[in-house]
Structure formats: C-alpha cells, structure tokens
Nanobody, 125 residues
C-alpha cells in the first residue's frame, strides 16, 4: 500500500509560479512510476505529467509542455511539479498518482492504483 500526500497548491496570479510536492510512504519508492493529474470543475480528470522510476523519462500533456516540469527525488520519496507561466485554465485540483512499475510513465489514470487527496491550484486573471 502506498500513501501519497500533495502540498504546495494555492492562489496565484496569471503568469506566476507554484511548485507542487507529493510525499510517498512507499518502502521502495524508486520502484514506482509517478504521475500528476488535474481535474477542473465540471471536467474529467486529465493527465498533466508523468515520470518513470529513475526520473530519466518524462512525459507532458501538450497544454503544459514548456511550462511545467516534473521531477523526483527517490531518496526523499517525493515527486514534484514545477508550474511556471500559470494560466487561468490551469485552475484545478491537482492529484499525484503512483503505480508499481519500472517502465516509462503512462497517461491513463486507470493505470495508477494509488492516489493522493489532491491540492487546489487557483490561477486568477
């Protein structure tokens, strides 16, 4: 069983930055691929970014490519999402997700059995 706890959300003006963190309780965190997803009111949950077990492979949704950066620190059992040049359309609850796999990151939320409780990100115009 893996427990995930997100932090770092908040209110920011358009053009600003936030850094989300996700702390994991997994004994062998390096065996998990990780993902960030988000869900805006009235919309389906969508993939934002993913990272493989080592951090050597990353993947981004087109809507955030060039603005967001996913990274991980296996020693600290944490994954991060640096969000720059934020836009009002980035407003959503952001979730961290994990799957026991050493393969490359995937985009389907059904592939991730472990989820955090989410952290709210609000971008004002």
């Amino acid at each position: 069983q893996v427990q995930l706890v997100e932090s770092g959300g908040g209110l920011v003006q358009a053009g600003g930055s936030l850094r989300l963190s996700c702390a994991a309780s997994a004994r062998t965190f390096s065996n998990y691929r990780m993902g960030w997803f988000r869900q805006a009111p009235g919309k389906e949950r969508e993939f934002v970014a993913g990272i493989n077990w080592s951090g050597g492979t990353t993947d981004y949704a087109d809507s955030v490519k060039g603005r967001f950066t996913i990274s991980r620190d296996n020693a600290k059992k944490a994954v991060y999402l640096q969000m720059n040049i934020l836009k009002p359309e980035d407003t959503a609850v952001y979730y961290c997700a994990a799957e026991l796999s050493i393969r490359f990151a995937v985009r389907r939320d059904q592939d991730y059995p472990y989820w955090g409780q989410g952290t709210q990100v609000t971008v004002s115009s």
